[in-house]
Protein backbone atom coordinates (compact mmCIF):
# COMPACT_ATOMS: atom_id res chain seq x y z
CA UNK A 1 0.00 0.00 0.00
CA UNK A 2 2.18 2.46 0.55
CA UNK A 3 4.36 1.80 -2.69
CA UNK A 4 1.15 3.06 -4.34
CA UNK A 5 0.93 5.70 -2.24
CA UNK A 6 4.17 6.68 -3.57
CA UNK A 7 3.27 5.49 -7.50
CA UNK A 8 0.30 8.40 -6.91
CA UNK A 9 2.28 11.00 -5.50
CA UNK A 10 4.96 10.14 -7.81
CA UNK A 11 2.48 10.54 -11.00
CA UNK A 12 1.50 13.67 -9.21
CA UNK A 13 4.66 15.56 -9.03
CA UNK A 14 5.18 14.07 -12.10
CA UNK A 15 1.80 16.02 -13.80
CA UNK A 16 2.53 18.92 -11.82
CA UNK A 17 6.06 19.19 -13.53
CA UNK A 18 4.68 18.79 -16.92
CA UNK A 19 1.87 21.13 -16.33
CA UNK A 20 4.31 23.91 -14.84
CA UNK A 21 7.23 23.26 -17.53
CA UNK A 22 4.17 23.81 -20.50
CA UNK A 23 2.71 27.12 -19.12
CA UNK A 24 6.18 28.07 -18.72
CA UNK A 25 6.79 27.62 -22.73
CA UNK A 26 3.52 29.38 -22.90
CA UNK A 27 4.06 31.82 -20.85
CA UNK A 28 7.01 32.77 -23.20
CA UNK A 29 6.08 32.19 -26.61
CA UNK A 30 3.31 35.00 -25.48
CA UNK A 31 6.23 37.17 -24.03
CA UNK A 32 7.86 36.91 -27.54
CA UNK A 33 4.82 37.20 -29.35
CA UNK A 34 3.51 40.01 -27.66
CA UNK A 35 7.40 41.66 -28.22
CA UNK A 36 7.37 41.41 -31.68
CA UNK A 37 3.70 42.80 -32.62
CA UNK A 38 4.83 45.77 -30.84
CA UNK A 39 8.03 45.60 -32.96
CA UNK A 40 5.71 45.14 -35.68
CA UNK A 41 3.73 48.09 -35.01
CA UNK A 42 6.70 50.31 -34.26
CA UNK A 43 8.32 49.41 -37.96
CA UNK A 44 5.06 49.79 -39.83
CA UNK A 45 4.43 53.01 -38.36
CA UNK A 46 8.00 53.89 -38.70
CA UNK A 47 7.82 52.86 -42.47
CA UNK A 48 4.45 55.11 -43.16
CA UNK A 49 5.87 57.96 -41.30
CA UNK A 50 8.68 57.47 -43.86
CA UNK A 51 7.15 57.33 -46.96
CA UNK A 52 4.84 60.04 -46.45
CA UNK A 53 7.74 62.29 -45.46
CA UNK A 54 9.23 60.92 -48.61
CA UNK A 55 6.72 61.95 -50.66
CA UNK A 56 6.56 65.40 -49.25
CA UNK A 57 10.46 66.06 -49.65
CA UNK A 58 10.01 65.00 -53.27
CA UNK A 59 7.84 67.28 -54.38
CA UNK A 60 9.46 69.91 -52.50
CA UNK A 61 13.02 69.22 -54.17
CA UNK A 62 11.10 69.60 -57.70
CA UNK A 63 9.44 73.27 -56.43
CA UNK A 64 13.09 74.21 -55.32
CA UNK A 65 14.47 72.49 -58.89
CA UNK A 66 12.12 74.54 -61.26
CA UNK A 67 11.97 77.41 -58.55
CA UNK A 68 15.98 77.60 -59.15
CA UNK A 69 15.54 76.92 -62.70
CA UNK A 70 13.65 80.04 -63.20
CA UNK A 71 16.00 81.94 -60.99
CA UNK A 72 18.86 81.02 -63.05
CA UNK A 73 17.21 80.40 -66.56
CA UNK A 74 18.57 76.60 -66.95
CA UNK A 75 17.14 73.56 -65.65
CA UNK A 76 20.66 71.85 -65.54
CA UNK A 77 21.59 74.24 -62.84
CA UNK A 78 17.94 74.65 -61.20
CA UNK A 79 18.23 70.92 -60.04
CA UNK A 80 21.71 70.15 -60.24
CA UNK A 81 21.52 72.56 -57.21
CA UNK A 82 19.43 70.54 -55.67
CA UNK A 83 21.09 67.16 -56.63
CA UNK A 84 24.20 69.12 -54.50
CA UNK A 85 22.44 69.77 -51.93
CA UNK A 86 21.18 66.12 -51.28
CA UNK A 87 24.68 64.73 -52.29
CA UNK A 88 26.08 67.29 -49.63
CA UNK A 89 23.29 65.85 -46.64
CA UNK A 90 24.28 62.74 -47.95
CA UNK A 91 27.85 62.99 -47.02
CA UNK A 92 27.15 64.89 -43.90
CA UNK A 93 24.97 62.31 -42.17
CA UNK A 94 27.41 59.43 -43.87
CA UNK A 95 30.05 61.09 -41.93
CA UNK A 96 29.03 62.74 -38.87
CA UNK A 97 25.75 61.28 -38.05
CA UNK A 98 25.53 57.59 -39.21
CA UNK A 99 27.17 55.64 -35.94
CA UNK A 100 24.58 57.48 -33.62
CA UNK A 101 21.83 57.08 -35.66
CA UNK A 102 22.81 53.27 -35.83
CA UNK A 103 23.31 53.17 -32.38
CA UNK A 104 19.97 54.57 -31.56
CA UNK A 105 18.10 52.23 -33.63
CA UNK A 106 20.06 49.38 -32.08
CA UNK A 107 19.31 50.97 -28.80
CA UNK A 108 15.70 51.34 -29.24
CA UNK A 109 15.39 47.79 -30.36
CA UNK A 110 17.03 46.53 -27.72
CA UNK A 111 14.79 48.16 -24.94
CA UNK A 112 11.52 47.22 -26.85
CA UNK A 113 12.41 43.57 -26.79
CA UNK A 114 13.74 43.49 -23.20
CA UNK A 115 11.38 46.14 -21.69
CA UNK A 116 9.87 44.90 -18.20
CA UNK A 117 6.76 44.98 -18.25
CA UNK A 118 5.35 46.55 -14.24
CA UNK A 119 3.62 43.05 -13.59
CA UNK A 120 6.75 41.38 -13.79
CA UNK A 121 8.61 43.25 -10.78
CA UNK A 122 5.31 42.28 -8.10
Known amino acids: ?3 QQAEGLYDEVQHTVKQLVNDRLLLAKMEAA ?3 SILSGKLIVGILAGSLLFFALLF ?7 YFSQVYESFFIGFGLVAAFYILLLLTVM ?5 PLQEAIQNS ?5 FAQDEDDND
Open 109 to 113: IISTL
Open 95 to 99: AFVRK
Open 34 to 36: EKL
Open 1 to 3: MPD
Open 60 to 66: ISFMAGY
